[in-house]
Structures are given as C-alpha cells and as structure tokens.
C-alpha cells in the first residue's frame, strides 16, 4: 500500500509538472519572439560596427553561414534525427539561394554601406513582400485593406530611400544599401512562398543544418581568399566580439528562439515582434552615435508599421473559405 500511494504522489507531482510547463508555454514563446527580434534589433548596430572597425559586408556573411552551419550541425548531433531524401536534399539548394545566401549577402552587404537604423527599418516590409508573392504563387486574395497596407509600406520605404539619397552619408543612410535591403527581404519572402511545403515538413534544425551547408559550399570558394586578406589584418577584439554576437545570437539563437515562438503564437502575432527589431536598433543606434534619427525617419517607421499591421491583419484565402463554411 505505502509503494502504491508514493507512485501515485510520484504520478501527481508529475502531470503538476506538465500542467505548469502547459500553463507556461505562450509565456516561453512570447519571450522567446521577443528575445529573437530584440538580438536581430542589436544586431544591426553591432554588426554594422564591426564593419567600420576591421571587416567588411563579405567576411561578415562568409562567418554568418559558416557559423551557422557549424553550429546547427553541431547541434543536429543531440536532437532527434529525421530522415531527408536525396530530392529534398536537392531542394534544399534553392532554399539556401533565397532564403540563406541571397538574403544575407543583399542585407549584410547593404548593412556595411546604410545606416542600421535604415536597415533595421526595412527589414519590418518582409510581410508585405510576403504577401504580394503568396498573391502571385499562392494566388492568395488581395483585399482592400492588403492593398492600402502594401501602398502605405512602400511610401515608407520610398521615404528612406528618398532621404538616403539626399544626404548620402551611412549615418543617416545610402540609396545603395537601402535597395540591398529591400532586396533581401524581398528574397526571404521568395524563400517563404517557392518552399512553404519544404520548410513545414522538418524541424528548424534539419532545415538550417542543410541551408547552411549549402550556403557555406555556395559562398565560401568565392570569398574564402578575401576573407583570409581581411583576418590577416590586425582586428580590435571588440570587432571580433561583435561579430562572434552576429554568428551566435544574431543568427544561431535567433533562429532557435523564432522556432519556439511560431510553434505556439498565431502568425499574426509573431509577424507584430518585427516592430522590436527596429525600436531596439533605432535605440542603440542614435545612443552609440552609428546612426542619426530624422524626422522623415519617424514618418516612415509609422507608414511601414502601418502598412504591414494591416497586411498582417487582412484575412487570408483560408480565412475566408472557413468563414464562408460557418455562414452555411
């Protein structure tokens, strides 16, 4: 009797247990979205530090995707193995181009040469890119809402690259890494709709381990002598330290966190914490003296905020359908 009655308070301390990590699971994923786009906000202005003190746009990518392809490899060692067939294997390329090589290039690239305040700002257009593709792939409905969301992203965008080629300085911001920017969200949002099927049918460390890889055999030949002529430089351990949180937290544990955060949170709820990683950027960037805040900045952070809130807040084709099969 006395064995049965301790299994029985083993058993209840148990499901309390999973009852308080049930309880809790909105709470991890909150804080773990925010914690996601907060690194990707300090990411700018770090980043675009250490490519004024020793490194430059191409180094900075060479180490992002061989990092990160050393990291999830590594980390695919202590987590459940899934099976990938040679096809997927294949497929896996195109989603390096688009979602991994590309987008880092255009935005690590376009980072070294504008203002991290400029940069952190049209990374927030990435769901309008998004929904324009998924209209044209997807054959997603346009409504009048998207429409008027999409027309007011795009002024915003306008506006920073409009004020990026008046002043011409990458404190305030430059035209050429404005359009890299813009160019890389555009190219995940590509990414999102050619391999929507690809990306849901694995875990986010299958999907990065063999992005990754790809990313590092596609990158690493053209800018390995490059990268060996910029290290062989002295480099103020500060820019090393900088560059080391772009690899570890900017791209490794970003990705980690987003995952946990997409699980639980509806997508319309994770696509609002895109609006942390510019506050945050914006921030440190005017605190540290990288970046110089304008009035027209703060005129098309609301049209671009705005644009994409009514984006996100559009209903989709699914959306509909299921509305319609209530009204019968």
Known sequence: MLIIRWEKRIFVVESCSRMRIRDNKPLIAHLSMFGACAFWGLMAPLGKDAMTHGLDGLTMVSF????GCLLFWLTSLFVKKEHVPLRDKL?????AVFGLVTNQCCYTIGLSITSPINASIVTTSMPIFAMILAAIILKEPITGKKALGVLMGCSGALILILTSAAHATDKVGDIRGDLLCLAAQ???????S???KLIRRYSVFTINKWMFLWATLLVIPFTSSHVMETVSHPIP???WLEAGYVVFFGTYVGYILTMIGQKTLRPTVVSVYNYVQPIVSVIVSVLTGIGVLKPTHALAVILVFSGVWLVTKSRSRA??????????
């Open 64 to 67: 992002r995707v061989l990092g």
């Open 237 to 239: 351990t500060q820019t």
């Open 319 to 328: 959306d509909m359908e299921a509305a319609k099969k209530a009204e019968r």
């Open 186 to 192: 555009f190219s995940f949002a590509l990414y999102l």
């Open 91 to 95: 497929m896996f390329i195109g989603a």
């Open 194 to 196: 050619l391999f929507n």
